[in-house]
């Protein structure tokens, strides 16, 4: 009988360690966040091709990666899964970069599928390699969404419908035909307006007309050659801030002032943005105050531990303002120090308000 009972022992030890082994070779669920680069130069040589994720298992064993340029499949393999320190508040995952080997290859549309083999998960995505890029946009408002700590790396930034941004160097500004942008998903092509401001640089304009979501930039020119963005740009929508209301327009130092109106904080679309669920972006709100001669400016944050941010209710519809004591304040529109006289309004993001007239006695 205690041969018996030792031998079933044994049977049902045998049997959990491998029902705990089948469950350990199980992958977790990975979810790939974004290239390191969207667009990549043209390599002599094999080369690594990057992207960021997180729960990716890094038994190099379980994956199977394919890539393709649209007609056929180049050899590539997974070289190393690098989990870094950098993570986030809403999830215990760290980021990992992970890296593929790749033969030497030119221009074209290329196209990275990611499969999982022992769940079965497949993820794709498409990059870019074009013969010429550039690094620096310098946009209307600058809101990051930066993966990572951001070092060695073209920033991510917000782009605004009805915005201009600037091109502040690394592109030659004769000869274009023309800005375009390329629905990274659809590659439906879009022409947006341009011109060479004072110092040189090259600014170009989303217009209200541009679909929200993300693209490719890129400046075609006059001999059919092309330079394109290191990164694909997220277009968000417009929403403008409106003031319907203040509660006065005469006001002595001390006193509140007190804004009524609509979307006078900007709440981004994080849907948009591979960091959705991971992090909270925000653009901050600014209070300005303009005389004849220069403006004032009062920062609301973008963020719950920044300075005056509770000065905006929850639902951006009332924002108040103690004006400050004549013996801390620098809103003044005389030499005297006596008064400021003028108009108010909000910056939102990438967006002003209408603005209303103010007067304020000290």
Not at 102 to 119: H, W
Not at 263 to 287: C, H, K, M, Q
Not at 299 to 305: C, K, N, Q, V
């Amino acid at each position: 009988m205690k041969k018996l009972i030792f031998v079933v022992t044994i049977l049902t030890g045998i049997l959990f360690y491998s029902c705990s082994s089948d469950e350990e070779s199980i992958s977790p669920t990975f979810r790939f966040l974004e290239f390191e680069k969207d667009v990549l130069l043209p390599a002599l040589n094999e080369r690594d091709i990057t992207f960021f994720a997180i729960d990716f298992d890094p038994n190099i064993g379980n994956w199977e990666i394919t890539l393709s340029d649209g007609q056929k499949n180049i050899p590539v393999t997974l070289s190393q899964v690098e989990t870094t320190r950098f993570g986030w508040v809403n999830t215990e995952s760290n980021l990992q970069r992970i890296y593929i080997k790749a033969p030497a290859f030119g221009n074209g549309d290329y196209t990275l599928t990611i499969k999982n083999n022992t769940t079965n998960q497949i993820y794709s995505d498409t990059f870019l390699v074009r013969g010429d890029i550039f690094t620096n946009i310098e946009p209307t408002t600058i809101t990051s969404y930066t993966i990572g700590d951001g070092t060695n790396k073209t920033p991510d930034y917000l782009y605004f419908q009805n915005t201009s941004n600037t091109i502040t160097q690394g592109v030659t500004t004769n000869g274009i035909e023309r800005v375009r942008l390329e629905n990274a998903t659809t590659f439906e092509s879009f022409t947006l307006g341009h011109e060479v401001n004072t110092n040189g640089f090259l600014r170009f304009d989303i217009p209200l007309t541009i679909p929200v979501g993300t693209y490719f930039l890129s400046i075609v020119y006059n001999n059919g050659l092309s330079t394109y963005y290191e990164k694909d740009i997220v277009v968000m929508e417009q929403k403008l801030p409106k003031i319907n209301a203040i509660n006065k327009e005469m006001f002595v130092e001390g006193e509140t002032l007190t804004i009524t109106g609509e979307a006078l904080r900007y709440f981004v679309n994080e849907e948009l943005l591979p960091t959705n669920g991971l992090s909270t972006i925000r653009t901050r709100t600014d209070l300005i105050f303009k005389d004849q001669n220069r403006d004032f400016q009062f920062s609301f944050g973008a963020y719950e531990d920044d300075e005056n941010f509770e000065n905006i209710n929850p639902d951006a519809t009332e924002l108040s303002f103690k004006i400050p004591l004549k013996s801390e304040s620098f809103l003044f529109s005389d030499r005297d120090q006596t008064f400021f006289e003028g108009e108010v309004f909000i910056r939102s993001g990438a967006y002003e308000s209408n603005s209303f007239p103010v007067r304020i006695n000290y």
